[in-house]
Nanobody, 116 residues
């Protein structure tokens, strides 16, 4: 059974940093494309970043490019999202996502609030 558990969210001031974690079970994160999405209040869920299987690279939404970095750790089977230079518009619930054997899986989400 695939399970994704996010952590690391919180309240941070504008310009600050957070690192989100997504601990996976039932899959091996290096074998699949792993995604981060976010959903702000009153808005649709939107793509943030992807790290592709193997060593095939990363992609980011234009709104976070140059500020966020997605990575993964094989022994810990965990995907990370390092978020720097945070802005109030980054406030959202952040979700980890993977497609595996024809099904999409989501974590429960972790709240990120950027406010002074």
């Amino acid at each position: 059974q695939v399970q994704l558990v996010e952590s690391g969210g919180g309240l941070v001031q504008p310009g600050g940093s957070l690192r989100l974690s997504c601990a996976a079970s039932g899959i091996i994160v290096t074998n699949l494309h792993m995604n981060w999405f976010r959903q702000a209040p009153g808005k649709e869920r939107e793509f943030v970043a992807v790290i592709r299987s193997g060593g095939s690279g990363t992609n980011y939404a234009d709104s976070v490019k140059g500020r966020f970095t997605i990575s993964r750790n094989y022994p810990k089977n965990t995907v990370y999202l390092q978020m720097n230079s945070l802005k109030p518009e980054d406030t959202a619930i952040y979700y980890c996502n993977v497609f595996f054997r024809g099904n999409g899986y989501w974590g429960q989400g972790t709240q990120v609030t950027v406010s002074s």
